[in-house]
């Protein structure tokens, strides 16, 4: 669905209490959006010190923290019963897997949807989740650099090799490749930082349920964004609760391309009539 210049997709909190995404990924497709996108978590320690971004504490906003399903057999499995929709991360934590196991994994789901696969990464709040997977708190940027730049080569080169801190491997094969280049998106704060690090290392940003002031940030991204000599513009996918035409258009014109919105996932009618009433409430339907 494109509505005021501005794709509209869906994001679902997966779990194993929602409708599950083979299920649930039809009935996306079928109201005429345009993405799909899932989480991840691969575990919560008990015991945290690192605070909720949205809390400040270290209590959690939803159980389903808890019991996140994995994101690439959730998006495998919407690949298979969907034949237009993007299948995507908002957002994945790929310094919790092997970048070369997990390069192959997303590889093959993206070869199984036929290319309609990107990839939303991010940094990591639960640094004790990260620590649990090895992941020094302090350079989890630039390892999350290392294994875009691994995991690229592994997609692109006919005999791929990495050297760095976190990844290295000589000279190897791996198929599939993506057909074309795999769009990365970083989901972050709206800091310079953070958008300094997007120019470098990827090629758009998905906003957090904590951002304000979207049209401002899609500037200041763009303007630091040619800042780093990038062509183009950069893929800015903001994160909405309730359908505004006028926000919508706003966006559009700031340079925002696509809005998600959440979908009640607590049974299959649910999920159905939200799906029509947000489809009437953004724009005509294309079918």
Not at 40 to 68: N, S
Not at 185 to 199: E, H, M, P, Q, S
Not at 239 to 258: F, H, K, M, N
Not at 265 to 273: H, I, K, W, Y
Request: aromatic share 8%.
């Amino acid at each position: 669905m494109i509505t005021q210049g501005v794709r509209v997709g869906i994001v679902q909190f997966t779990s194993d209490r929602g409708v599950p995404p083979h299920l649930i990924a039809p009935l996306i497709e079928a109201a005429g959006f345009a993405s799909y996108f899932v989480p991840e978590h691969g575990h919560i320690p008990t015991r945290r010190d690192a605070a909720h971004p949205g809390t400040g504490t270290a209590e959690l906003p939803d159980d389903r923290y808890l019991r996140t399903l994995d994101p690439w057999t959730s998006l495998a499995a919407a690949a298979a019963v969907t034949e237009r929709i993007e299948l995507s991360t908002a957002v994945a934590l790929p310094v919790q897997s092997d970048p070369i196991t997990l390069a192959k994994t997303i590889a093959t789901v993206d070869h199984l949807a036929g290319g309609r696969v990107a990839l939303g990464v991010g940094f990591g709040w639960n640094l004790d989740e990260l620590a649990d997977h090895g992941v020094p708190a302090g350079r989890r940027r630039t390892m999350l650099r290392e294994y875009l730049e691994a995991m690229r080569a592994l997609w692109r080169d006919e005999e791929a090799a990495y050297d760095g801190d976190f990844v290295s491997f000589g000279p190897s094969w791996t198929w599939p490749k993506p057909p074309g280049a795999l769009p990365v998106l970083v989901g972050a704060g709206a800091t310079d930082k953070n958008f300094t690090w997007i120019a470098k290392n990827a090629d758009g940003w998905i906003t957090t349920p904590r951002d304000r002031g979207i049209t401002s940030a899609a500037a200041r991204l763009q303007e630091i964004w040619r800042e780093h000599g990038r062509a183009g513009s950069p893929r800015i996918v903001a994160l909405d609760s309730v359908p505004d035409g006028d926000r919508l258009a706003r966006w559009g014109a700031a340079g925002v391309t696509d809005v998600l919105f959440p979908v009640d996932d607590s049974s299959v009618e649910a999920a159905t009539g939200y799906l029509e009433r947000l489809a009437t409430a953004v724009g005509p339907v294309p079918r």
